[in-house]
């Protein structure tokens, strides 16, 4: 009963994975030969994936207001070799309008020889799905991966960047509509869980 169980959670991680993540990232990623796990050297050809989850606290702050709140999502990367990967998040956010991230980034983890620590650096791009958007975001960041077990890691996890939405305000006595652009400041500390796929 246990293997059955633990199949299809990993059939319904594989789908969401394959449901968000970007066709053109999965075609160049089967295409390079030489690709290697999270922690360790180049190792022949094939697709190594790591699968989890983050949670956390996201704070928005434009105009005059800051609201902070709580945020929780799937993730999914593909790593290749020398250290680099590509991945998607989708995030669900707690704020006003429950803004809905779709981030998709580029990451280079940094090897410390002996270490089972994984630090990172990444950079990408990023939709918000929330009322009126969907708005364009930037986003930079990096942390750590914490190996807890085989496979298994735990994040700690810093993001920041702009987003930029557009706002359209009506004039009664003119009857014309205006639209202008304003951006939103970013930042997202979350930790979660990171399983590499054997």
Same mark, same amino acid.
């Given at each position: ?51 989890? @989850? ?13 609201? +902070?709140?709580? &945020? =929780? !999502? #799937? ?65 930079? @960041? ?13 994040? +700690?996890?810093? &993001? =920041? !960047? #702009? ?36």
């Amino acid at each position: 009963m246990k293997k059955e169980t633990h199949s299809s959670l990993l059939q319904t991680y594989l789908f969401l994975t394959l449901l968000f993540f970007p066709p053109y990232v999965i075609s160049n990623a089967q295409s390079v030969s030489n690709l290697s796990s999270l922690g360790s050297a180049p190792a022949g050809s094939g697709v190594d994936w790591l699968i989890g @989850g983050r949670i956390g606290m996201s704070i928005a702050s434009g105009g005059s207001s800051t609201s +902070a709140g709580f &945020q =929780i !999502g #799937p993730m999914a990367e593909v790593l290749f070799g020398q250290g680099m990967a590509v991945g998607t998040e989708l995030n669900i956010n707690s704020q006003g309008g429950t803004p809905i991230e779709w981030a998709d980034y580029f990451k280079y983890y940094f090897n410390i020889p002996s270490s089972t620590v994984k630090p990172y650096a990444n950079g990408g791009f990023s939709l918000w799905f929330v009322s009126g958007g969907p708005y364009f975001g930037i986003r930079i @960041g990096g942390g750590a991966n914490f190996k807890v077990a085989n496979n298994v890691y735990i994040p +700690a996890d810093l &993001q =920041i !960047g #702009p987003v930029f939405y557009s706002e359209q305000t009506y004039d009664y006595y003119t009857g014309r509509s205006t639209s202008k652009t304003n951006t939103v400041f970013y930042v997202a500390i979350t930790t979660g869980i990171r399983y590499e796929l054997p």
